[in-house]
């Protein structure tokens, strides 16, 4: 691992995928069978969990390590072996003669070989009727592969791949804050949710919305009316308002900051569903173990949603002023 990350390079356009870059790649077992290891969580505390890798999950992660001496390019920068997955951020750091995607289909092949002579040799003795023939892979999907783009985003990747176990963990001991409630019916609508569901018993609610006309003001010199809003957003917060937003624009995005940072509770409406093994990213899944979130989505998870639309937009905003008079009303 480079000692300074200053130094790393990024990938230069027109070399994608052979040229110098850093790498995600996630290694899937799609049954979600705990193959690869086991949780430990030592006096209940998710800081101190680990993952005491199997002798299957040994074996892929000699996969891994065998990687570097392969392909002496390419460098291991973070790697973490979970139950029934695998992370691994790799960094290319010359030009290879072939793709990292033909790099990542050694580790696939190497883990299909692995994974097939482990249910050949366990597996056979557990099998049911209608269960498949276990002389076949468990890795049945490719690993996905995400080229990072800057420094920031690779410090995210590694804080993310690094507190894998410890999120694992929490979702073990507080499943009711981390499984998908149906049905959650609000003026008429019917939400799926993720969180603290007694804030929906809150006293008081208000949203946060920062008017376009606010921005163009603060853009033109006169910031004033933003920085009173969203002010008085936080203001309200402190005082036990639950505010609800989908928190879309930047200044949003600042209200929310500051809610997590002070661990005031909130209402956040998502624009796409919740996709199976669903959890929240990063400090919005500390807020939800901490019962100071709910999640809210009115519609199901679409996979090839990247970007949210304008009409998705209004039709949130929209959503959060209705929650905030319905229950306000109640």
Not at 26 to 53: F, H, M, W, Y
Not at 94 to 99: E, I, K, L, N, Y
Not at 293 to 301: A, G, T
Request: net charge positive; aromatic share 8%; glycine share 4%.
């Amino acid at each position: 691992m480079p000692s300074n990350h200053d130094t790393w390079h990024w990938q230069e356009p027109g070399t994608a995928w052979k040229g110098i870059g850093i790498y995600h790649v996630t290694l899937t077992i799609p049954s979600r069978e705990p193959l690869l290891g086991k949780l430990v969580i030592p006096n209940n505390d998710p800081k101190q969990a680990r993952v005491e890798r199997t002798e299957l999950g040994n074996k892929i992660r000699d996969c891994v390590e065998d990687i570097p001496r392969l392909h002496t390019e390419v460098k291991i920068i973070q790697q973490k072996m979970m139950p029934d997955h695998l992370h691994v951020i790799l960094y290319v750091t010359r030009p290879m003669d072939v793709s990292i995607k033909m790099v990542v289909r050694g580790l696939w092949q190497g883990a299909k070989k692995h994974s097939r002579d482990y249910t050949a040799s366990v597996r056979p003795h557990n099998m049911r009727g209608n269960e498949r023939s276990y002389s076949d892979s468990i890795f049945t999907e490719k690993p996905f592969i995400r080229p990072m783009s800057h420094k920031g985003q690779l410090q995210t990747m590694i804080h993310y791949v690094q507190m894998n176990p410890q999120r694992l963990a929490t979702k073990h001991l507080f499943p009711h804050l981390f499984c998908v409630q149906e049905d959650i019916e609000i003026a008429g609508r019917n939400y799926r949710g993720v969180g603290n569901a007694a804030l929906l018993q809150a006293a008081k609610y208000a949203p946060v919305h920062v008017r376009r006309t606010m921005i163009d003001e603060a853009i033109h010199g006169d910031d004033k009316r933003l920085r009173e809003y969203m002010n008085n957003c936080v203001l309200a917060a402190r005082q036990g308002t639950v505010m609800v937003s989908p928190f879309i624009s930047k200044q949003e995005q600042a209200v929310m900051a500051v809610l997590l940072k002070e661990k005031l509770p909130f209402i956040y409406l998502a624009d796409n569903g919740f996709r199976d093994y669903y959890k929240p990213h990063d400090s919005l899944f500390d807020a939800v173990a901490e019962k100071e979130v709910l999640i809210l989505s009115p519609w199901e998870y679409d996979p090839n949603k990247k970007h949210i639309s304008r009409a998705d937009c209004v039709a949130l905003n929209n959503m959060a002023e209705e929650i905030c008079d319905q229950q306000t009303m109640r």
